[in-house]
Each structure stands twice: as structure tokens, then as C-alpha cells.
């Protein structure tokens, strides 16, 4: 021990008993989902981006359609009212899909290697971080949208209504955010996700029922929105700005039936088991 | 000697797969003493970072086994994080988070509780010299502050073991100085220390033992000395002109390779046609001067070495470090290198 600073530097053993599993794994996810906060407060570029956007969509289309025909929309509903709902939904649909961005560029600077380095207790707490950060980001998106929306005099939902929305939403972000961590890994480089992520972005909007109702489009277009997992988010929350709550309610009358909230969030809920489902392996191999 | 905390047996890493395949590590074995700073030297391409992934759980090898800090690396890769320090070949930090922020993280990942995760950060900014910086972007970082700070977050858990992969490469002195500091420092408080190198004088003047890797497989081994004095005589680097050519070398190597004492003569083509000697001892300088006298030979220049971990590696490749460092300069792909490793 010749060192000026003996204890400074010499190895200490891990813990014999080392704390429960659980916490070590809340640790290791809460500082990881930090740092996404962090560099999110650093470039709030993309809060402000994430936002903006989708309000202007709202105030331009809602200018743009103000004079829209009669019966263009059931029951007489504004335009406005009636792409509340569209805005909000791609609100949160946009921000999701960036959720592998991050990931992506860990993986390409050699980050993602000094996370796989350290004893964490499950990798999984890379994943669930990118989850719990992408899921929060985008619900107070899309809640600054739906304030805005409501002092344009859109509506607000009421108290089972915002339950409502907000169950919506959640399935949707996770559902997307599911896809596109699984892009994360399977695509080589930042580039390709951010060109698909591109092109994915506003033919999904317009093939929804986000801008225009079923009954407005032309029939192969009806097909697809009606199969467009958007859809099946904007159809319950736009019931439930309607003061529609029930979930048995019907909310679209699609090319092959008639679907209610419920079955709209069932479909949601599926989509995004199913997702994460089919991304496991491909993490689990990347990760390894 | 004492037990070893790195064991690897019979190790094989290859890259691709069919004709494109690359050989990184050929049946290596390598057993790093407890306690001791060991060097790991060799050329560009010889295999170094790919042995020290393996050992950082990064990279699973094809073949052999792989024991760290008394655990199978295989079997136990999360033990052998726990109690491994790693200092990667290129430093990935997060340049929008400050110094401080990222050895929080760090320390979050290997689960330190906050009060003892906030001292090893006082105490190893402190004993780095990056008080002023610590709580700045690391994106305003110099690349010896990168280095440091990268050391400190490989510190911070206090592992039994400390790997770092050549990491001094492209330093300025000072940083340089200061992590040759805290590696003896380290080794003096316990640590094991294994580093990579392609710097022969800095595994000379850091290392207690060191391996010579070449194409994949260790091909020496021992501690600096013993190596040169196995190796015995001394080196003698001699021109008779400033730029000879080709005739003159051959024929003053045909001179001098009969004189007694004279073990070896070698003319160095890349050198301008000097002549590498291994004489026996002092006295045959005299003799040689008398030699090239009577055969009427300039003396440009004549230096006279013991041995040094160059000539290790000369006698056991045929080739000094530096020529084979040139050799694969350029030949490596280090972008697709990059996307191949990436996950
Ligand atoms: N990711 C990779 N893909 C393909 N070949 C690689 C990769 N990494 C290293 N190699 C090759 O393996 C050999 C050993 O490389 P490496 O371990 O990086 O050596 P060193 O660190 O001593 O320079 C070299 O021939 C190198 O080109
Ligand atoms: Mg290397």
C-alpha cells in the first residue's frame, strides 16, 4: 500500500446479499428513463416540434373546413369538433414512433455497449425505459393539444370521457412505440428509421378517419381507414368528446360492420400484445 | 506465483462467416496474475480489443473458456460485470449530459446507493483533475477529459478487476501522465489491472507482465525483463552512410556476420539499408570498428541498446512493431467493422 489514497482506489466485493431484485431494477430503469428526460430537456426541439405541428394542423384544417357542406359531418358537428379527436390521436401516434430514435443512436455510438456492460438486472430495463419515456411524452402532448383544442372551443371531455381518451391513447403509444423500438434493432442505421418513419407518418393520417369521416371517402380508401389501427383510436375518443361514454355505444360503421368503442379497444389492445409479442425474440437476440 | 483473475483457455473468435472470414483469436490463452498491471501488446489487428470484449461479456467466443475475478464469463456474465471495470477502445459518452450526470447513470446501472454513488464521484473526479469539468456537457470535452471521465465511470462501482483497451491512444502528455498515475495507484490499493497497447515503451514502463499478441495468439509471455534477458546480447544499429544501398548492405553484413561475437545480422531494408546486430558484449563494438577500418568502410552511425520488447517482438515475428502497425494501417474497414459489431 504505497498509494497516498489507499481506500480511494482498492476494489470493494459486490454486496453478499445484494438488495431485492425489484429494486435494483427500479433503480437501474428510473435512471435510464432520467436520461432520456434529460436530453429531452437539453433539445426541447422535439417537445415544441411534437406539439406545434399537430396545432397547426388544428388551426389550418379547422380554418380550411370551417365552411365545409351540411350533412358532410353526422349530427351537424363542427369541423372543428369533429378533427379534435384526429389531431389529438396523431399526436400521440407521431410522438411514439420516435420512440426507437434514442435507441438507435445508442446502438450506433457504442452507448448501448456500456449499458450492456453493466450488471443490470434485466435488459429489458433498456426497453421499459424507452416505454415509460415515450408514453409519458406523448400523453402530455397530447394533452396540451386537447387543452388547446378546448380554448378553441372543440369541447373537453368529462371525467369518464377523459378515462376514455386517455385508455385510447395509452393502447395506441404502446402498440406504435412496440414497432418501432422493434425498427430500432432490425434496421441498420438512424437514416432508414427516420425515412420510415417518414413515410409512415402522414399516409397513416390521411388514411384514417382523422380529416374526413367513412362516409366521405371513396370506397377502397373507406376499406383501408377502416382497417388503420388510427381509426381505431379516433372513432372512442371522438364518441367520447361527443358526451358518448358507453362502451357498447357504436362508433363506426365500417365497410364490414359495425364496430363499438369496446371493440375499438379491444382491436388496440391486441395490436399491441401482439406487437410486443413479435418484437420479444428480436430484442431478446440484440440483447444477449 | 499468485492466482490468476483473468484465465483464458484456448480461446477462438472468428468475424463472418465462409471466405470473408476473419481469424481475431486463435486457441489464446492468457492468465493474468492477481494484483499485477499487465500489458497486452501488440500490433493493429492482433487481436487485443476482441480479447478484452470477450472479457467485458460483450462478445461470446467461439471456443475455450473464459474465467474473470473467480467466475465462468460464460456461465455468470452478470457476476462478471459486477466485478469488472471496462474502458472501451472508443469512448461513447453522452454529450448532452454533464460529466456528473453520466456517473450517476453509471452508478444507477451497477446499483451504488445514491449517498455512496455521490462520493465515488467527488472522490474520482478529485484524483482525475476534473473538478472544473465535471459538471459541464461532455460534449465540450478535450479527448484526454473523454478519457478520464470514461476511466472514472469504468472506477466507480470499485471492481477487483480493470480492463482498459489502449487507453492513452491520441493523449496529450498531461492526460496521459494522469491515468499512468491512477493505473499505479490502482495496482498499489489491490486492483488488477489489464490494459492494451500498441505502444511498446508504454507496456515497458507501466507493465509487470505483459503478453506479445500476434495474428490472434499470444507469443510471448513474461515480465519485461525476464523477456529481454531471455532474449540476451545486445542490439547494435549500424550504418556506413547516411542511405546505403541494397550491394553495400549485403555485402558489409557478409563482413561482420563472421565476426566473433556476432550472433545475428539483419539488414533493415525499411531503415535505409542499416544493419541490425546482436553482438555478445561490449568488447566486439571494437573489434567490429576495427573490421569496417580495414575494409575501408565509413561509420555514419553506431548505436548500441540492451534489448528492448521491439526486439522480443522482432525475434518472434521476424518484423519490428512498427512495420507491422504499418502493414495493416488502411487495410481495416473500420466503419463496416462498426456496423458488423454493432447490436
Ligand atoms: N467487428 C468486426 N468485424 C469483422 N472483423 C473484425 C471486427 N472486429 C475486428 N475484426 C478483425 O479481427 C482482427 C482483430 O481485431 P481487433 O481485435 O480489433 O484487434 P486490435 O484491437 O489488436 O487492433 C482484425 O483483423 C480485424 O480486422
Ligand atoms: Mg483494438
Known sequence: ?288 | MPEAVIELKQVSKRYGRGDRAVTALQELNLSVPKGSLYGLLGPNGAGKTTCLRILATLLAPDSGSVRVAGLDALADPRGVRERLGYVAQEVALDKILSGRELLQLQGSLYHLPNGERDRRIAELSGLLGMEAWIDRRSGTYSGGMRRRLDLAAGLLHRPAVLVLDEPTVGLDIESRAAIWQVLHQLRDSGTTVLLSSHYLEEVDALADRLAILDGGRVIAEGSPTELKTALGGDRVTLRVREFSDEPEALRVQALLQGCAGVRQVVVNRSQGYSLNLVVEHDGVIEQLRRQLAEAQLPVFALAQSRPSLDDVYLQATGRTLMDAELAVAGSRDPKAERKQAMR
Not at chain 1, 416505454?131 to 380554448?151: E, K, P, R
Not at chain 1, 414497432?179 to 417518414?198: K, R
Open chain 1, 1 to 288: 500500500m504505497t498509494s497516498a489514497t489507499p481506500t480511494l482506489l482498492s476494489p470493494v466485493a459486490p454486496a453478499e446479499a445484494p438488495r431485492s431484485a425489484l429494486s435494483e431494477l427500479s433503480q437501474e430503469t428510473l435512471a435510464l428513463t432520467k436520461r432520456l428526460f434529460l436530453q429531452l430537456a437539453r433539445r426541447p426541439s422535439t417537445l415544441v416540434a411534437g406539439v406545434l405541428q399537430p396545432l397547426i394542423w388544428l388551426v389550418l384544417f379547422g380554418a380550411l373546413f370551417s365552411n365545409a357542406p351540411e350533412g358532410l359531418l353526422p349530427d351537424g358537428m363542427s369541423y372543428g369538433r369533429f378533427l379534435g379527436a384526429g389531431v389529438i390521436v396523431f399526436t400521440a401516434f407521431s410522438a411514439a414512433l420516435n420512440a426507437g430514435l434514442p435507441l438507435m443512436f445508442d446502438r450506433e455510438f457504442g452507448f448501448l455497449n456500456r449499458l450492456l456492460v453493466a450488471p443490470l438486472r434485466a435488459r429489458s430495463s433498456i426497453v421499459l425505459a424507452s416505454v415509460l419515456y415515450i408514453t409519458s411524452l406523448s400523453l402530455v402532448q397530447s394533452l396540451a393539444i386537447m387543452g388547446t383544442a378546448a380554448v378553441l372551443g372543440y369541447g373537453w371531455p368529462g371525467g369518464a370521457g377523459l378515462l376514455l381518451v386517455l385508455v385510447t391513447l395509452l393502447l395506441l403509444v404502446f402498440a406504435v412505440t412496440a414497432l418501432s423500438l422493434g425498427l430500432a434493432f432490425a434496421l441498420p442505421g438512424h437514416i432508414e428509421l427516420i425515412a420510415v418513419i417518414f413515410v409512415a407518418n402522414l399516409p397513416l393520417l390521411f388514411a384514417s378517419t382523422a380529416l374526413a369521416p367513412l362516409s366521405f371517402m371513396p370506397a377502397w380508401l373507406g376499406w383501408l381507414a377502416a382497417l388503420n389501427p388510427l381509426t381505431f383510436a379516433i372513432e372512442p375518443i371522438r364518441a367520447a368528446y361527443a358526451g358518448q361514454f358507453s362502451l357498447a355505444a357504436v362508433v363506426l360503421e365500417a365497410p364490414y360492420g359495425s364496430l363499438s368503442s369496446a371493440s375499438c379497444l379491444a382491436v388496440l389492445a391486441v395490436l399491441a400484445a401482439g406487437l410486443f409479442l413479435l418484437i420479444r425474440p428480436l430484442l431478446d437476440r440484440k440483447l444477449s
